[in-house]
Protein backbone atom coordinates (compact mmCIF):
# COMPACT_ATOMS: atom_id res chain seq x y z
CA UNK A 1 0.00 0.00 0.00
CA UNK A 2 1.54 3.38 -0.84
CA UNK A 3 1.78 6.26 1.09
CA UNK A 4 0.91 9.79 0.82
CA UNK A 5 2.17 11.06 -2.07
CA UNK A 6 3.14 14.82 -2.05
CA UNK A 7 4.36 16.45 -5.90
CA UNK A 8 6.22 18.43 -6.60
CA UNK A 9 8.98 17.56 -3.79
CA UNK A 10 11.09 20.74 -4.46
CA UNK A 11 9.24 23.54 -6.46
CA UNK A 12 11.17 27.39 -6.94
CA UNK A 13 8.57 30.18 -8.09
CA UNK A 14 8.99 33.82 -8.21
CA UNK A 15 7.13 36.37 -6.72
CA UNK A 16 3.59 36.80 -8.15
CA UNK A 17 3.32 33.22 -9.53
CA UNK A 18 1.14 30.45 -8.64
CA UNK A 19 2.02 27.72 -6.87
CA UNK A 20 0.04 24.24 -7.20
CA UNK A 21 0.77 21.65 -4.54
CA UNK A 22 -0.81 18.32 -4.75
CA UNK A 23 -1.59 15.26 -2.39
CA UNK A 24 -2.78 11.81 -3.08
CA UNK A 25 -3.79 9.96 0.08
CA UNK A 26 -3.02 6.82 1.18
CA UNK A 27 -5.93 4.05 -0.58
CA UNK A 28 -8.68 4.03 1.27
CA UNK A 29 -8.00 7.06 3.19
CA UNK A 30 -10.91 10.39 2.36
CA UNK A 31 -9.73 12.17 5.31
CA UNK A 32 -6.87 14.54 4.03
CA UNK A 33 -4.91 17.20 6.24
CA UNK A 34 -2.51 20.29 4.82
CA UNK A 35 0.01 21.59 7.18
CA UNK A 36 2.77 24.10 6.92
CA UNK A 37 6.22 24.83 8.43
CA UNK A 38 7.96 27.82 8.31
CA UNK A 39 11.88 27.51 8.45
CA UNK A 40 12.69 26.74 11.71
CA UNK A 41 9.74 26.52 13.01
CA UNK A 42 6.87 24.23 13.77
CA UNK A 43 4.41 22.65 11.84
CA UNK A 44 1.11 24.24 11.71
CA UNK A 45 -2.20 23.35 10.55
CA UNK A 46 -3.65 24.86 7.81
CA UNK A 47 -7.00 22.96 6.51
CA UNK A 48 -9.09 19.72 6.90
CA UNK A 49 -10.94 18.62 3.89
CA UNK A 50 -13.25 15.16 2.86
CA UNK A 51 -14.04 14.24 -0.52
CA UNK A 52 -15.12 17.56 -2.06
CA UNK A 53 -16.56 19.34 1.44
CA UNK A 54 -13.88 21.68 3.59
CA UNK A 55 -14.41 20.46 7.14
CA UNK A 56 -11.84 23.08 8.64
CA UNK A 57 -9.84 25.55 7.44
CA UNK A 58 -9.39 27.54 10.48
CA UNK A 59 -5.67 27.82 9.78
CA UNK A 60 -5.79 28.95 6.22
CA UNK A 61 -4.43 32.46 5.63
CA UNK A 62 -7.59 34.76 4.61
CA UNK A 63 -6.39 35.62 0.83
CA UNK A 64 -4.12 33.95 -1.32
CA UNK A 65 -4.39 30.13 -0.37
CA UNK A 66 -6.88 27.89 -1.23
CA UNK A 67 -7.27 23.81 -1.03
CA UNK A 68 -9.57 21.29 -2.90
CA UNK A 69 -9.99 17.45 -2.74
CA UNK A 70 -12.42 16.89 -5.02
CA UNK A 71 -14.23 13.46 -5.90
CA UNK A 72 -11.80 11.98 -8.13
CA UNK A 73 -8.16 13.03 -8.46
CA UNK A 74 -5.26 14.40 -5.84
CA UNK A 75 -5.89 17.52 -2.94
CA UNK A 76 -4.47 20.71 -4.26
CA UNK A 77 -3.28 23.43 -2.38
CA UNK A 78 -3.09 26.27 -4.52
CA UNK A 79 -1.28 30.10 -3.37
CA UNK A 80 -1.60 32.49 -5.82
CA UNK A 81 0.48 35.52 -6.15
CA UNK A 82 3.20 33.52 -3.71
CA UNK A 83 5.52 36.31 -1.89
CA UNK A 84 9.01 35.62 -0.25
CA UNK A 85 6.92 34.42 2.99
CA UNK A 86 5.20 31.06 1.66
CA UNK A 87 8.96 29.84 0.96
CA UNK A 88 8.15 26.88 3.67
CA UNK A 89 7.36 23.16 3.42
CA UNK A 90 4.02 22.00 2.64
CA UNK A 91 3.00 18.58 4.38
CA UNK A 92 -0.07 16.53 3.43
CA UNK A 93 -1.45 14.17 5.97
CA UNK A 94 -3.96 11.59 5.11
CA UNK A 95 -6.70 9.66 7.71
CA UNK A 96 -8.98 6.61 7.05
CA UNK A 97 -11.48 8.44 8.98
CA UNK A 98 -12.15 11.76 10.93
CA UNK A 99 -12.09 10.66 14.36
CA UNK A 100 -9.22 10.75 17.04
CA UNK A 101 -8.55 7.34 17.13
CA UNK A 102 -6.53 7.07 13.70
CA UNK A 103 -3.38 8.44 13.21
CA UNK A 104 -2.70 10.70 10.48
CA UNK A 105 -0.35 9.70 7.50
CA UNK A 106 2.15 12.31 6.09
CA UNK A 107 3.70 12.90 3.08
CA UNK A 108 7.52 13.77 2.25
CA UNK A 109 6.47 17.34 1.71
CA UNK A 110 7.06 19.76 -0.80
CA UNK A 111 9.04 22.32 -0.27
CA UNK A 112 7.93 25.29 -1.67
CA UNK A 113 10.94 28.37 -2.33
CA UNK A 114 9.65 31.63 -3.55
CA UNK A 115 12.24 33.54 -5.44
CA UNK B 1 -7.23 22.55 22.59
CA UNK B 2 -5.27 21.42 25.94
CA UNK B 3 -1.50 22.63 25.92
CA UNK B 4 1.44 19.84 26.44
CA UNK B 5 4.71 21.04 27.59
CA UNK B 6 7.77 19.57 27.05
CA UNK B 7 11.74 20.21 27.13
CA UNK B 8 12.87 21.55 24.12
CA UNK B 9 16.21 18.84 23.71
CA UNK B 10 17.54 15.52 25.32
CA UNK B 11 20.77 13.72 24.68
CA UNK B 12 21.02 10.25 24.80
CA UNK B 13 23.52 7.42 24.03
CA UNK B 14 23.38 4.91 21.05
CA UNK B 15 21.76 1.64 22.66
CA UNK B 16 20.26 3.10 25.55
CA UNK B 17 16.75 3.69 26.82
CA UNK B 18 15.36 7.49 26.59
CA UNK B 19 12.55 8.66 28.40
CA UNK B 20 11.24 11.55 26.77
CA UNK B 21 8.66 13.23 29.08
CA UNK B 22 5.40 15.49 28.53
CA UNK B 23 3.34 17.22 31.27
CA UNK B 24 -0.29 17.94 29.90
CA UNK B 25 -1.91 19.19 33.31
CA UNK B 26 -5.34 20.32 31.74
CA UNK B 27 -5.91 17.61 29.97
CA UNK B 28 -9.29 16.52 29.49
CA UNK B 29 -11.37 13.43 30.68
CA UNK B 30 -11.75 12.95 26.39
CA UNK B 31 -8.28 14.15 25.62
CA UNK B 32 -6.09 11.26 23.95
CA UNK B 33 -2.13 11.31 24.17
CA UNK B 34 -0.57 10.98 20.96
CA UNK B 35 2.85 11.22 20.04
CA UNK B 36 4.43 12.01 16.31
CA UNK B 37 8.11 12.39 15.64
CA UNK B 38 9.77 14.35 12.68
CA UNK B 39 13.23 12.91 11.27
CA UNK B 40 15.08 15.74 9.59
CA UNK B 41 13.54 16.64 6.23
CA UNK B 42 11.05 14.24 6.64
CA UNK B 43 7.04 14.77 7.06
CA UNK B 44 6.29 13.61 10.75
CA UNK B 45 5.20 9.58 11.64
CA UNK B 46 2.91 8.62 14.05
CA UNK B 47 4.36 6.79 17.34
CA UNK B 48 1.92 6.04 19.78
CA UNK B 49 -1.10 6.80 21.50
CA UNK B 50 -3.05 6.18 24.32
CA UNK B 51 -6.11 7.38 26.98
CA UNK B 52 -5.53 5.84 30.47
CA UNK B 53 -3.49 2.02 29.89
CA UNK B 54 0.15 2.25 29.51
CA UNK B 55 0.79 1.26 25.49
CA UNK B 56 3.35 -0.81 24.43
CA UNK B 57 4.37 -1.25 20.04
CA UNK B 58 6.92 -2.30 18.01
CA UNK B 59 8.24 1.39 18.09
CA UNK B 60 7.84 2.48 21.65
CA UNK B 61 5.89 2.22 25.03
CA UNK B 62 4.07 4.92 26.36
CA UNK B 63 3.49 5.94 30.25
CA UNK B 64 0.35 7.46 31.60
CA UNK B 65 0.38 8.70 34.70
CA UNK B 66 -2.41 7.68 37.07
CA UNK B 67 -4.10 11.35 37.16
CA UNK B 68 -3.06 11.64 33.05
CA UNK B 69 -1.55 15.11 33.59
CA UNK B 70 1.42 13.28 32.32
CA UNK B 71 3.23 11.07 30.36
CA UNK B 72 6.12 9.83 29.12
CA UNK B 73 7.39 8.01 25.51
CA UNK B 74 10.24 5.40 26.02
CA UNK B 75 12.32 4.19 23.41
CA UNK B 76 13.67 1.15 24.42
CA UNK B 77 16.74 1.40 22.63
CA UNK B 78 17.81 4.35 20.89
CA UNK B 79 19.73 4.16 17.68
CA UNK B 80 20.66 7.22 15.40
CA UNK B 81 17.83 6.69 13.45
CA UNK B 82 15.55 7.94 16.48
CA UNK B 83 17.40 11.09 16.27
CA UNK B 84 14.13 13.99 15.88
CA UNK B 85 11.78 16.09 17.40
CA UNK B 86 9.41 14.24 19.07
CA UNK B 87 5.70 16.02 19.69
CA UNK B 88 3.22 15.19 22.29
CA UNK B 89 -0.07 16.22 21.23
CA UNK B 90 -3.64 15.85 22.56
CA UNK B 91 -6.46 15.09 20.98
CA UNK B 92 -10.14 15.13 21.82
CA UNK B 93 -11.75 11.77 21.03
CA UNK B 94 -15.14 13.25 20.26
CA UNK B 95 -15.80 13.04 16.68
CA UNK B 96 -15.23 16.27 14.70
CA UNK B 97 -11.92 17.45 16.72
CA UNK B 98 -9.25 16.30 13.80
CA UNK B 99 -6.61 18.34 13.20
CA UNK B 100 -3.17 17.47 15.06
CA UNK B 101 -1.83 20.80 17.04
CA UNK B 102 1.87 20.48 16.91
CA UNK B 103 4.13 22.52 19.93
CA UNK B 104 7.90 23.09 19.89
CA UNK B 105 8.47 19.31 20.62
CA UNK B 106 11.66 17.77 21.98
CA UNK B 107 14.89 17.22 19.89
CA UNK B 108 16.36 14.60 20.72
CA UNK B 109 20.12 13.76 20.07
CA UNK B 110 21.67 10.44 19.93
CA UNK B 111 25.55 10.25 20.72
CA UNK B 112 27.14 7.43 19.01
Known amino acids: NAGVMQNPRHLVRRRGQEARLRCSPM?????VYWYRQLPEEGLKFMVYLQKENIIDESGMPKERFSAEFPKEGPSILRIQQVVRGDSAAYFC?????????????FGPGTRLTVT | DAKTTQPNSMESNEEEPVHLPCNHSTISGTDYIHWYRQLPSQGPEYVIH???SNVNNRMASLAIAEDRKSSTLILHRATLRDAAVYYCILRDGNFGNEKLTFGTGTRLTIIP
Open chain 2, 50 to 52: GLT
Open chain 1, 27 to 31: KGHSH
Open chain 1, 93 to 105: ASSPSGTSLYEQY
